[in-house]
């Protein structure tokens, strides 16, 4: 059987927030589980922000040039234990804060983070790893301006998945730590403890919390009309002129 969650296995987990970063551009995050929608909202966030004149540089978790691959095969063989899997994951978000989010933030881009390292807080700690451990292994990311937690009861995240994907995912079911030899069991044990950790980490860093379950058009304006709040609060604040006008960019591997 998988661990429950070790959160109070360490007195100290984290100080929260950490220093703002001192970039000019702007690093949105949209997390929450898996199914809840939230690759949906950064494409039709992304595409907003082109429309109102902003580069925007789009940024999917697992979507290392460097990494992907070797984390498909691993997982492929059911091959990886706890460490490896929060090691693989933290070097795929290395690469990517190297190559594209830390240069497009020198460049005053607007950066979409679909996912961040918040989904490793939750699931790596799930898979039975030290929360401090976890958020020490980060340490080396940019802390975002803005995070949106797309939220969604358990039971309407399963009725969604299956009736748009078919089925349940092998990993999203948590299979490969054992919860339970039923498919549907083991997705409602596993998510339940990621939906415990996003819960706990919403007022330890800021989270911004999304009802998942409203129609995309009604989620979308929740995310732009905070968006727009951001950038115009630093552009008011600012004697430069605002984000620059370029050519959007995204990472396209899953």
């Given at each position: ?31 929450g589980t898996d199914g809840v929608g ?39 063989k059911n091959a990886l234990n706890t ?164 050519r959007q960019a995204r990472s396209t591997?899953?």
């Amino acid at each position: 059987m998988a661990k429950s969650s070790n959160r109070n296995s360490s007195p100290s987990v984290s100080n929260g927030r950490r220093p703002a970063h001192p970039y000019p551009g702007k690093l949105i995050v949209i997390e929450g589980t898996d199914g809840v929608g939230r690759s949906t909202q950064a494409e039709l966030l992304q595409n907003w922000l082109a429309v109102e004149g902003y580069g925007a540089v789009l940024t999917e978790w697992k979507s290392s040039e460097l990494i992907f691959r070797v984390i498909d095969k691993a997982k492929s063989k059911n091959a990886l234990n706890t460490i490896t899997f929060s090691l693989l994951y933290a070097t795929d978000l290395a690469d990517r804060s190297h190559n594209l989010i830390l240069p497009a933030l020198r460049a005053g881009l607007v950066v979409i983070a679909d996912r961040y390292y918040y989904t490793a807080f939750a699931r790596d700690v799930v898979r039975g790893a030290d929360p401090a451990w976890v958020r020490k292994l980060y340490g080396f990311a940019v802390e975002p301006d803005l995070i949106f937690y797309l939220k969604m009861p358990l039971e309407s995240l399963l009725r969604r998945i299956i009736t748009t994907r078919g089925g349940l995912d092998f990993y999203e079911s948590g299979r490969d730590i054992g919860m339970s030899t039923d498919l549907y069991q083991s997705f409602k044990l596993y998510q339940s403890q990621i939906l415990f950790e996003y819960e706990h980490m919403v007022g330890e860093y800021h989270f911004k919390v999304v009802n998942a379950g409203d129609p995309i058009e009604t989620v979308q304006k929740v995310l732009r009309t905070s968006v727009k709040e951001l950038l115009n609060a630093d552009a008011a604040t600012a004697s430069d002129p605002p984000t620059p006008k370029l050519r959007q960019a995204r990472s396209t591997h899953r």
